[in-house]
């Protein structure tokens, strides 16, 4: 099997990875922030320590690290935690549903939405032309998950920063293989996934919160704290993570953070040159429609001419064995602007395991789907 479909979930996870896994099994399954019995206490200080490596690994010093299920419920939280009627946000067409649908759950309720039918490389120009008084939020994907475009974070975050417009940036696709620095490039809110380039086990991400910034809870319950009040406490992290959270995939996370922290120069460098090597070779076919740039990080996606994605992603899977994924990828206004909605794309994700040959079998396999057919 040849795996091409990182940017939904990362295949390869390291051995330190496994180990902790086991490890926490073992003998890290108590609950944490719930008893005062030493094992307890000891699942707690392992958690205490991984968010202090979140903080870490995305220069947030300044932030507070709250644990989800994933990035999905963590950008849920920074959005309907953050607008009420009133308030006016502006996003990009490039963004998933996980901020999408949301945004439309608070057009119906009085937020007025603003969305930039323009590259990302362009969205700091266009966002000037949008900006109002009521103006309260900036969302903006940190790589796209459909084309591996990127937005040019410092730029404006520099700009919400002077203008004190909240920026919140959806990490799930850049997280684990760009630099993403919250204090540099004054990202207010960071929504992360844990299962992706981070290398831990699906069932966890997160939203990094800057110090001092209130969010209204999504979830309601119990936290640990205050446990006679029925109102829901306002303490940042405890307040905001109502329930048992899931230690043994946080635990996955602090072994996959401590990986990429020794490594993500080498991780880097591997994956620019293999995206850059599909792009070119994809390039060098005339049956190929390219949608991604020589500048995409990780992802590729394409056509064939007059094949429907789905059916080219069927038989790279039954008869080459080769995992990628088709369709619109939970973002349909990017493929409303590539043209794409009716077919979809055929997208390649790859990481750092990937290899100079899959590339090249996928190459030959896209040559022999495209030649049987005429």
Do not use: W
């Not at 008893?35 to 979140?54: D, F, P, Q, T």
């Not at 996606?301 to 094949?307: G, H, L, P, R, V």
Request: net charge negative; with cysteine.
């Amino acid at each position: 099997m040849i795996y091409l479909d990182n940017a939904a979930t990362s295949f390869y996870k390291p051995e330190s990875v496994r180990r902790a896994l086991v490890r926490a099994i073992n003998s890290l399954t108590a609950n944490p922030g719930r008893s005062s019995h030493s094992l307890s206490l000891k699942v707690a200080e392992n958690i205490y320590e991984i968010r202090e490596k979140v903080k870490r690994f995305f220069h947030a010093n300044e932030h507070s690290v709250i644990f989800t299920k994933n990035c999905t419920e963590a950008l849920n939280l920074a959005i309907l935690g953050t607008l009420k009627s009133g308030d006016h946000v502006i996003t990009t067409a490039y963004e998933h549903n996980s901020v999408l649908r949301p945004l439309e759950y608070l057009r119906n309720i009085g937020v007025e939405v603003s969305v930039l039918d323009c590259r990302l490389d362009c969205v700091l120009e266009e966002l000037k032309k949008e900006v109002k008084d009521n103006t309260r939020l900036i969302i903006t994907t940190s790589v796209s998950n459909v084309t591996g475009e990127c937005v040019d974070l410092d730029s404006v975050g520099e700009y919400c920063r002077e203008h004190n417009i909240l920026y919140l940036v959806d990490g799930a696709q850049g997280a684990g293989h760009i630099d993403i620095d919250m204090e540099n490039s004054h990202i207010d809110l960071l929504a992360f996934a844990g299962h992706k380039g981070l290398l831990s086990t699906t069932g966890v991400g997160g939203l990094i919160v800057r110090d001092g910034l209130k969010l209204t809870p999504i979830i309601y319950g119990g936290t640990g704290t205050d446990s006679e009040n029925l109102t829901q406490p306002d303490t940042i992290p405890e307040g905001l993570e109502a329930g048992t959270i899931a230690s043994i995939p946080i635990i996955s996370l602090g072994a996959g953070l401590e990986f990429l922290e020794k490594n993500f120069e080498i991780i880097k460098n591997l994956e620019k040159i293999l995206t850059k090597y599909l792009y070119f070779e994809l390039k060098k076919l005339n049956f190929i429609e390219l949608y991604s740039s020589n500048n995409s990080v990780n992802v590729i996606s394409f056509n064939i001419k007059d094949y429907d994605s789905s059916i080219v992603a069927d038989i790279l899977n039954e008869e080459y064995h080769i995992c990628v994924r088709a369709g619109l990828h939970c973002a349909p206004l990017v493929h409303k602007r590539l043209n794409t909605t009716k077919r979809g794309a055929v997208r390649v994700s790859i990481d750092f395991n990937n290899t100079k040959y899959e590339i090249d079998y996928l190459i030959h396999a896209l040559k022999e789907i495209y030649f049987k057919k005429i």
